[in-house]
Antibody, heavy 118, light 110 residues
Framework: EVQLVESGGGLVQPGGSLRLSCAAS????????MNWVRQAPGKGLEWVSY????????YYADSVKGRFTISRDNAKNSLYLQMSSLRVDDTAVYYC???????????WGQGTLVTVSS | EIVLTQSPGTLSLSPGERATLSCRAS???????LAWYQQKPGQAPRLLIY???SRATGIPDRFSGSGSGTDFTLTISRLEPEDFAVYYC???????????FGQGTKLEIK
């Protein structure tokens, strides 16, 4: 069974940093591209970042480019999102999601909540 | 950047009725890269349709997708109580590639 489990969310002050993790199991993690998608409270879905199975290429949404860094460790079956210079409007549930190489997200984690507030 | 506009914003129907949800793109979308998701409160989204018309694994055949170019449709043939949720369309494309979502359609019980 495919499982994606996010962790690392929490409360952080504006300008602060946070690192999210996503532990994958039930599939060959190293064969799949992965993404982060977020959802602000009561709002819709917003794609954040993409990383290919081989770590390159990497893409970011304009709203996070230069502040967020996606990475992965295929030996540990893990995906990461390093977030810095956090802003109040980064407050959201962050999901990791698998892309089966055809442009959609076929499996999602349960999400981890990031709250940016003073 | 391609913008996806979903309509209506809210759709009020009864179980057993047919639901038709629309997703319109600001530019032509490759049909291979148009997907639909269902999201219930407190849950992660679930993939329903990919490639504009292919059902994802385990999705009942009352869900169907159609369309091409800039106009896409998700149809639920006979609504079951568990189908009342928010539905999102999503596309992939551009250079550099981007994934974009529509703003969602809330399907509520009438």
């Amino acid at each position: 069974e495919v499982q994606l489990v996010e962790s690392g969310g929490g409360l952080v002050q504006p300008g602060g940093s946070l690192r999210l993790s996503c532990a994958a199991s039930g599939f060959t993690f190293s064969s799949y591209s992965m993404n982060w998608v977020r959802q602000a409270p009561g709002k819709g879905l917003e794609w954040v970042s993409y990383i290919s199975s081989s770590r390159s290429p990497i893409y970011y949404a304009d709203s996070v480019k230069g502040r967020f860094t996606i990475s992965r460790d295929n030996a540990k079956n893990s995906l990461y999102l390093q977030m810095s210079s956090l802003r109040v409007d980064d407050t959201a549930v962050y999901y990791c999601a698998r892309d089966p190489v055809v442009g959609e997200f076929d499996y999602w984690g349960q999400g981890t909540l990031v709250t940016v507030s003073s | 950047e391609i913008v996806l506009t979903q309509s209506p914003g809210t759709l009020s129907l009864s179980p057993g009725e047919r639901a038709t949800l629309s997703c319109r793109a600001s530019q032509s979308v490759s049909s291979g890269y148009l997907a639909w998701y269902q999201q219930k409160p407190g849950q992660a989204p679930r993939l329903l349709i990919y490639g504009a018309s292919s059902r994802a694994t385990g999705i009942p055949d009352r869900f169907s997708g159609s369309g091409s170019g800039t106009d896409f449709t998700l149809t639920i043939s006979r609504l079951e109580p568990e189908d009342f949720a928010v539905y999102y369309c999503q596309q992939y494309g551009g250079s550099p590639p981007r994934y974009t979502f529509g703003q969602g359609t809330k399907l509520e019980i009438k």
